[in-house]
């Protein structure tokens, strides 16, 4: 008999949980560019091969060379990223056999790990087939084929990372941007059927100072922080499948998720990171985070520099704008403060002054 045989549900969470951390370590690596050097980050063109950026003015072969020697000094972690990435796609395809056996991870079966007096054996130490092999298996017995660029891109990664595991070297630049399509690509052909934003909050909530966090700062405001400051960074091909949206759609504010987040206190505010998109033909928006589906209504905002005319119709949002965040009530507090703070810096002056004068 043999025992402990993994299940897919567990062979699945293990290559979600490396596939997400791979993800937080290369979308550091973007946003730490952008947040430290507050320069743009430039983009790799395969058809072109070199580094570009959509503007003309000629500060950008200077933003372009800063880049490439950013980049040169994080090829370490690249490579280990990479080698993060081989593990969750091998366990990924795994994980997918399983759902059809277990059994059909095993080598060979005619040859036991070692001699057992109760006749029981760990499947974990039998051999298991070669990940060479992984694609092969998966096509002949699940349900849907990989497609051939998944199969080419995991064949390449698979032999880059035994280059990197085997030698320790890897002479080939590896770039960020790269990366995250690659675990777009690694995400849909791996996961079918799950939401990436519903993952990321979860795996989140796993990591081992998630019961450590400050009271103000949970899984919510982490992913937060990483759209406002990644987002920028992205294509327009990778922002269009992280939101599903075009970039040039206009963005609205879920106020049920940067509550949660509790956005508010400092950077970024809930106008920093909107994730709603007004549903097609509706008085309705829906959000790429929580997947809620929230009401509005037509109203002007209380501030007349957002010209916007859709308010937020949720109990418990009612009346705010879906673009600035701002209600009637609360901008008419505002001026008052702003009224009361003129008045008192005014009577500050007036007071120097009288003081001038008596001297």
Same mark, same amino acid.
């Given at each position: 008999m043999?025992?402990?045989?993994?299940?897919?549900?567990?062979?699945?969470?293990?290559?979600?949980?490396?596939?997400?951390?791979?993800?937080?370590e290369? @979308?550091a #690596?973007?946003?730490?560019w $952008?947040?430290?050097?507050?320069?743009?980050?430039? %983009?790799? +063109? !395969?058809?072109?091969?070199?580094?570009?950026?959509?503007?003309?003015?000629?500060?950008g072969?200077?933003?372009?060379?800063?880049w490439?020697?950013?980049?040169?000094?994080?090829?370490?972690?690249?490579?280990?990223?990479? @080698?993060? #990435?081989?593990?969750?796609? $091998?366990?990924g395809?795994?994980?997918?056999?399983? %759902?059809? +056996? !277990?059994?059909?991870?095993?080598?060979?079966?005619?040859?036991?790990?070692?001699?057992s007096?109760?006749?029981?054996?760990?499947?974990?130490d039998?051999?298991?087939?070669?990940?060479?092999?992984?694609?092969?298996?998966?096509?002949?017995?699940?349900?849907?084929l990989?497609?051939?660029?998944?199969?080419?891109?995991? %064949?390449?990664?698979?032999?880059?990372?035994?280059?990197?595991?085997?030698?320790g070297?890897?002479?080939?630049a590896?770039?960020?941007?790269?990366i995250?399509?690659?675990l777009?690509?690694?995400?849909?052909?791996?996961?079918?059927?799950?939401?990436?934003?519903?993952?990321?909050?979860?795996?989140?909530?796993?990591?081992?100072?998630?019961?450590?966090?400050?009271?103000?700062y949970?899984?919510?405001?982490?992913?937060?922080?990483?759209?406002?400051?990644?987002?920028?960074?992205?294509s327009?091909?990778?922002?269009?499948?992280?939101?599903?949206?075009?970039?040039?759609e206009?963005?609205?504010?879920?106020?049920?998720?940067s509550?949660?987040?509790?956005?508010?206190?400092?950077?970024?505010?809930?106008?920093?990171?909107?994730?709603?998109?007004?549903?097609?033909?509706?008085?309705?928006?829906?959000?790429?985070?929580?997947?809620?589906?929230?009401?509005?209504?037509?109203?002007?905002?209380?501030n007349?520099?957002?010209?916007?005319e859709?308010?937020?119709?949720?109990?418990?949002?009612?009346?705010?704008?879906?673009?600035?965040?701002?209600?009637?009530?609360e901008?008419?507090?505002?001026i008052?403060e702003?009224?009361?703070?003129?008045?008192?810096?005014l009577?500050?002056?007036?007071?120097?002054?009288?003081?001038?004068?008596?001297?």
């Amino acid at each position: 008999m043999i025992e402990n045989v993994p299940t897919a549900d567990e062979l699945r969470t293990v290559s979600l949980r490396l596939y997400f951390k791979a993800w937080s370590e290369v @979308t550091a #690596i973007v946003t730490e560019w $952008e947040r430290f050097s507050g320069l743009a980050t430039p %983009d790799w +063109s !395969p058809e072109r091969g070199h580094f570009y950026l959509d503007r003309a003015d000629s500060s950008g072969d200077e933003v372009i060379s800063e880049w490439r020697d950013y980049i040169e000094a994080a090829q370490s972690d690249l490579q280990g990223i990479y @080698t993060l #990435i081989q593990q969750s796609q $091998e366990i990924g395809l795994k994980a997918q056999i399983c %759902d059809v +056996s !277990p059994y059909l991870l095993l080598k060979r079966t005619d040859i036991k790990p070692a001699d057992s007096a109760t006749n029981t054996w760990d499947f974990t130490d039998f051999p298991t087939i070669d990940a060479s092999e992984l694609v092969r298996v998966h096509n002949t017995f699940c349900s849907t084929l990989l497609s051939k660029e998944f199969q080419a891109m995991f %064949d390449e990664i698979r032999r880059n990372r035994n280059k990197m595991y085997h030698l320790g070297i890897y002479r080939r630049a590896l770039d960020p941007q790269v990366i995250i399509d690659i675990l777009q690509m690694h995400y849909t052909e791996l996961y079918p059927g799950r939401r990436w934003m519903e993952d990321r909050l979860h795996f989140a909530t796993l990591h081992r100072w998630a019961n450590y966090a400050d009271s103000d700062y949970n899984e919510r405001s982490d992913l937060f922080h990483e759209l406002w400051q990644l987002l920028p960074g992205l294509s327009d091909g990778q922002y269009r499948w992280l939101m599903g949206h075009e970039r040039e759609e206009r963005r609205l504010i879920c106020f049920s998720c940067s509550s949660d987040a509790r956005l508010g206190g400092h950077e970024p505010y809930e106008t920093d990171a909107p994730t709603s998109f007004r549903m097609v033909d509706t008085l309705e928006v829906r959000c790429v985070i929580c997947d809620g589906v929230y009401p509005m209504k037509v109203g002007a905002c209380p501030n007349d520099e957002c010209e916007s005319e859709l308010l937020s119709a949720d109990e418990e949002s009612g009346g705010k704008c879906m673009q600035c965040g701002w209600s009637h009530e609360e901008w008419g507090d505002q001026i008052v403060e702003q009224k009361a703070d003129r008045s008192t810096s005014l009577d500050l002056i007036g007071l120097a002054g009288d003081k001038d004068d008596e001297a």
